[in-house]
């Protein structure tokens, strides 16, 4: 069987399991397009999960950001079927994680400039400020500028919001919160910014006592703010 017969395969498969829990057309037809995109890409690399992360995020280039968090959402359902992981693909369909029909967090309405300034007017609870506060702290001995550490809070902060708007208070929600969130930022590496910023604030969110140390500082000072179109 060829690479490009295999990775049908493994769609065939994963449609087909859906179909089972009871996906409709409508259901099956939206996966299989978006799947089909991300095929292409997965030629590239080897059958593993760094390979599968960058295929994604190539393919997400050619998909219309409105679709970017389903898109995401199927991606890691279908990346068991691409490896051949017979026994998570058993053991997550025995624990109901292939979902049908997900929950996703709906998209933000705005601009992100609107979105930026909209933050000076928020109020945060107590639950939402300690987490910010930590990340704020750990920020400032890593770095002295001061436009780095608020660009990275203000991004955290936008990320609280939107897990206002989520259901539950777990890792799974918070990964929802956070790619819920992608369509807003027009910029590439405003979104890549945004996702490293989720990805380190999530363990002061956590309180994880080694938060600190999750902070990625050789890319510390790169932030800027020319991105709040």
Same mark, same amino acid.
């Given at each position: 069987?060829?690479?490009?017969?295999?990775?049908?395969y493994?769609?065939?498969?994963?449609?087909?399991?859906?179909?089972?829990r009871?996906?409709?057309?409508?259901?099956?037809?939206?996966?299989?397009?978006?799947?089909?995109?991300?095929?292409?890409?997965?030629?590239?690399?080897?059958?593993?999960?760094?390979?599968?992360?960058?295929?994604?995020?190539?393919?997400?280039?050619?998909?219309d *950001?409105? !679709? +970017?968090?389903?898109?995401?959402?199927?991606?890691?359902?279908?990346?068991?079927?691409?490896?051949?992981?017979?026994?998570?693909?058993?053991?997550?369909?025995?624990?109901?994680?292939?979902?049908?029909?997900?929950?996703?967090?709906?998209i933000?309405?705005?601009?992100? *400039?609107?979105?930026?300034?909209?933050?000076?007017?928020?109020?945060?609870?107590?639950?939402?400020? +300690?987490?910010?506060?930590?990340? *704020?702290?750990?920020?400032?001995?890593?770095?002295?500028?001061?436009e780095?550490?608020e660009?990275?809070?203000?991004?955290?902060?936008l990320?609280?919001?939107?897990? *206002?708007?989520?259901?539950?208070?777990?890792?799974?929600?918070?990964?929802?919160?956070?790619?819920?969130?992608?369509?807003?930022?027009v910029?590439?590496?405003?979104?890549?910014?945004?996702?490293?910023?989720?990805?380190?604030?999530?363990h002061? +969110?956590?309180?994880?006592?080694?938060?600190a140390?999750r902070? !990625?500082?050789?890319?510390?000072?790169?932030?800027?703010?020319? +991105?709040l179109?």
């Open positions: 069987m060829t690479g490009a017969e295999n990775r049908h493994s769609l065939e498969a994963y449609l087909r399991l859906l179909e089972g009871g996906a409709n057309a409508e259901n099956l037809e939206r996966r299989q397009a978006l799947l089909e995109i991300l095929l292409p890409f997965l030629d590239k690399g080897a059958a593993d999960s760094a390979s599968f992360r960058s295929a994604m995020d190539e393919a997400m280039t050619e998909i *950001r409105q !679709n +970017w968090p389903f898109f995401l959402a199927i991606g890691r359902e279908f990346y068991h079927f691409w490896i051949d992981d017979f026994k998570a693909i058993a053991a997550l369909s025995k624990n109901g994680s292939f979902d049908v029909a997900p929950e996703l967090p709906l933000p309405q705005g601009s992100l *400039r609107d979105m930026w300034a909209q933050l000076a007017l928020e109020k945060f609870i107590l639950s939402e400020k +300690w987490p910010i506060n930590a990340y *704020r702290a750990a920020l400032q001995i890593e770095t002295q500028q001061k780095v550490i660009i990275r809070v203000n991004l955290a902060k990320l609280l919001l939107q897990l *206002r708007k989520t259901e539950g208070n777990d890792g799974k929600a918070y990964r929802l919160a956070l790619e819920s969130m992608l369509p807003v930022f910029r590439q590496e405003t979104a890549a910014l945004f996702l490293e910023v989720g990805r380190e604030f999530f002061f +969110w956590t309180g994880d006592p080694e938060a140390k902070i !990625n500082t050789s890319n510390m000072d790169n932030s800027h703010t020319q +991105w179109e």
